[in-house]
């Protein structure tokens, strides 16, 4: 019998601009026989897959950043943490789990599988416009379960589809398969996306980095086969190929460092030369970054408290221009020590990614540091507007990503990772200043300033070469979602030295929202999922 979909993505399009939008018109019921017959219906679905992910753009940040070092105590700026202590403090548990329903992916999952399934029976597109999407669908997929690897471990395997826009876990009855299964799945997609972009490395439209591509999938594929070598035995071999698979991102001339590092996340200047992939936001359909506002109304502080103090020159705030009109609910607190001892002063990433605050004594002028938010995102000051707008892209894979990766890849086979740690550094310190100081500045030098640690555990050796590539991720990638899958992708070593973490809680809890739904089938003696290890149910 046939199904009746009911796609969330149907009647996708482009609006006029025609490249800076992923604007939806609403819901349609079709059936299989009078669609997926055009370009014009792939290129609406696919466009839907773009912002069914831009839908989920906070919950990858989530998993990727806040349990790691970035954030500690309570905000300068007069605003409670809401909860969001719970994970730079990895008080995680089934009732408070940081992120439910495994971060909403398995719905997009079904989406995703919608497009391989039709793309794959597909008879009227010709070979390289269906094998364009077939690429960027099991691309897609790969990303999004290795997302569910690192955080829950043994998960859901789904490659069906149901009818309907969204996954019910009550009606799955599926148990979680091993984490070795799920890997394999991640594996095999990969080499799916790769065998269908071919050496096609170009972008949707010519430029839009919006879009998934050959290079999106060769990201996954070297994140993919580095977790495996690290974490599930795979070793040199797998690091190998992780080396090869970003070597080839290099090979394609398409990407490279921009001059200026503030420049990459500029709101004038998007798709530009070092992204990747990026998730779209424009006013055009009213798409604000992390979606509802949640970049807005987590990371910025009140205008109200922010300009009450003064900057590391002693200049008030809010005589800064308009980069500092903006007004949200800061509920990361920036760790101190992030400020003060994380950067170098000269690196300018450190002003280009944290403005600083400080209380001034109106006798004295002493300036007292009272704590910092992210600036790395800036938004836009419409015409006629008191705030800022935060339609900026957020990022996901940049050439930066793509250097420390191959570093990291390096530090993991014993080689030197010279070359892509101080082109990187380069481009923070400008060129001529890296080059005056290059005795101090270059790798393998530059271990000062120490990285804060959590003091009850015994640290690993500065001095090596994994210490310095997660020193210089660090540096480069703070509110890009990746700061704790760095740490966990180095060894466990790292986490405890780094973070607040539990041995045995490395992993997320489920929450019992979702046990609840699937538990034991006693029809089709299918058991349901259990809570993670190092959790319990009633925690």
């Known amino acids: 019998m046939k199904k009746f979909l009911a796609y969330i993505m149907v009647g996708a399009a482009l609006t006029v601009t ?21 370009d014009a219906q792939f290129s609406a679905f696919n466009v839907g897959l773009h912002s069914q992910f831009r839908e989920r753009s906070y919950k990858f940040f989530l998993l ?52 391989i399934n039709k793309g794959e029976q597909n008879t009227t597109l010709d070979a390289n416009t269906r094998n364009f999407y077939l690429g960027q669908a099991y ?56 065998a269908a972009f071919g050496s096609n490395y170009s972008f949707k439209g010519g430029n839009q980095r919006y879009f998934w591509s050959k290079a999106a999938t060769m990201m996954v594929k070297a994140e993919a086969y580095m977790w495996r070598g690290k974490h599930m035995g795979g070793g040199n071999a797998d690091y190998t190929t992780a080396k090869n698979a970003l070597m080839d991102i290099q090979a394609s001339g398409k990407f490279s460092l921009l001059e200026n590092y503030t420049d990459v996340f500029a709101f004038d200047n998007k798709n530009n030369a070092e992204i990747i992939f990026a998730i779209r936001n424009s006013r055009e359909d009213s798409f604000v970054m992390w979606k509802d506002n949640n970049f807005t109304n987590n990371m910025l502080p009140q205008q109200n408290l922010l300009f009450s103090y003064a900057d590391e020159n002693g200049t008030p705030i809010s005589e800064l221009g308009d980069k500092v009109q903006i007004n949200g609910v800061c509920r990361y607190a920036i760790n101190p020590d992030l400020y003060s ?12 990614t944290l403005q600083a605050a400080f209380e001034k004594n109106a006798d004295t002028g002493e300036l007292t540091y009272a704590g910092a938010y992210p600036c790395k995102y800036l938004g836009t000051l419409l015409a006629g507007a008191a705030i800022r707008s935060m339609y900026d892209d957020y990022l996901i894979y940049r050439y930066a990503d793509c250097l420390l990766l191959l570093a990291q890849a390096k530090a993991f086979l014993g080689e030197d990772p010279a070359t892509e740690i101080n082109a990187v550094r380069e481009r923070a310190y400008g060129k001529e200043y890296f080059k005056a100081n290059y005795a101090t500045l270059a790798y393998p030098n530059d271990n000062d300033p120490e990285l804060y640690t959590n003091n009850s555990m015994q640290k690993p050796d500065n001095a090596g070469a994994m210490e310095a590539v997660l020193k210089e991720r660090m540096r480069e990638f703070m509110v890009e979602g990746k700061r704790w899958y760095d740490l966990r992708l180095a060894g466990d070593e790292y986490v405890l030295a780094h973070t607040t973490a539990n041995e045995a809680r490395l992993l997320w809890p489920i929450d019992e929202n979702t046990l609840n739904k699937n538990k034991a089938d006693d029809k089709t003696g299918q058991p349901g999922l259990v809570q993670t290890p190092g959790y319990k149910s009633d925690d």
């Open 18 to 38: 025609g490249c800076d939008s992923l604007d939806l018109s609403p819901d349609s019921s079709i059936t299989d026989s009078n669609y997926w017959q055009s």
């Open 64 to 115: 990727g950043e806040p349990r790691a070092d970035y954030y500690k105590g309570e905000t300068a700026f007069g605003s409670a943490t809401q909860g969001n202590e719970l994970m730079w403090q990895n008080n995680l548990s089934a009732i408070n789990p940081g992120v439910s329903n495994f971060a909403d992916l398995y719905g997009l999952i079904n989406q995703v599988n919608i497009m």
């Open 139 to 194: 691309g897609m997929r790969a990303y999004l379960y290795l997302h569910l690897l690192r955080s829950w471990g043994n998960v859901i395997i789904w490659t069906d589809y149901t009818e309907g826009s969204s996954l019910d876990f009550s009606n799955l009855n599926k148990s979680a398969s091993p984490a070795a299964d799920v890997m394999q799945l991640i594996i095999d997609d990969v080499t799916a996306s790769e």
């Open 341 to 352: 001892k994380g950067f170098h002063d000269a690196d300018t990433r450190k002003r280009g």
